[in-house]
């Protein structure tokens, strides 16, 4: 079983689009010239950035909806098609992939070793998984967010990878602090902020101080690199079988 959560462009904050979309950006620059596979690609505008460098995109969703949103979008880019699959049994071809990217889609699945599994059968031998989560201190199999079926530690993430995966390599995503980030930290004598300050007032009160919040970030906010992970926002993590240096 899969949840979503379901970004839309034209109806989401834009630093909250960027912040998804440097991902795609991030795998852009190591899958120039490859046939790709996108999976849970919701509405497709991440595979639309992909598509721009990359030999074909397929991008794949198990949503209905979505696949026809996105057809009808990007209609008309003869190297980017979309399909409805379920990520866990995809349907695809065996070795077909060059590269397979999967962005804040496996905490929502709810057997991550099948889920890795079946990305496996589709990537050629050679082939190379890019995948992000969100970073948690400790890893849950209840977490809050109701969307999700399981979060990990960086540690825990690493280990599940590597049992998939030979080589792992892991970066972070970070952003520039906003406004309301130190508006929140200011208050948080306890610890307590995510519980007793809710986010739409520290959004007002960076706001009202002329402040900037997560919603208003630009791509240029926000990186991914190697180093300092324990401060990572998300995991952003390059395994293959193969010696594959990003």
């Known amino acids: 079983m899969t949840t979503v959560e379901r970004i839309i462009p034209a109806d989401t904050p834009p630093g909250i689009v960027a912040l998804h979309l440097k991902r ?11 046939q790709v596979l996108d999976i849970a690609c ?7 950035h992909l598509a721009e460098a990359c030999k074909q995109v397929v991008g794949a969703d198990i949503d209905w909806a979505a696949v026809d949103y996105a057809r009808q979008q990007y209609a008309g880019r003869e190297n980017l098609a979309f ?9 695809l ?20 070793g099948m889920f890795l599994s079946e990305i496996k059968r589709v990537l050629k031998p050679e082939g190379v998984l890019i995948v992000s989560t969100p970073r948690v201190e400790r890893s849950d199999s209840r977490p809050a967010n109701p969307y999700h079926h399981q979060e990990w530690s960086l540690a825990d993430f690493k280990r599940l990878l590597r049992g998939s995966f030979r080589n792992v ?9 906003t406004g309301a980030a130190r508006w929140l930290k200011r208050l ?10 809710p986010l739409w007032l520290a959004r007002q009160a960076a706001r009202a101080a002329g402040g900037r919040t997560m919603a208003d970030l630009h791509m240029e906010d926000i990186f991914i690199r190697r180093g300092e992970l324990r401060r990572a926002s998300e995991i952003v993590a390059v395994a293959s079988d193969e010696n594959h240096r990003v």
């Open 93 to 112: 071809a065996e070795s077909q992939f060059d590269a397979v990217c999967s962005f804040e889609t496996i905490e929502h699945v709810g057997d991550a």
């Open 42 to 48: 919701g509405v497709g505008y991440g595979s639309l």
């Open 169 to 177: 390599e892991v970066f972070g995503q970070f952003r520039r602090e």
């Open 83 to 91: 399909v409805q699959a379920d990520a866990m049994r995809t349907g």
């Open 24 to 34: 795609y950006q991030f795998a852009r620059e190591h899958t120039v010239g490859k």
């Open 188 to 197: 948080d004598v306890l610890g307590l902020r995510k519980w007793v300050i």
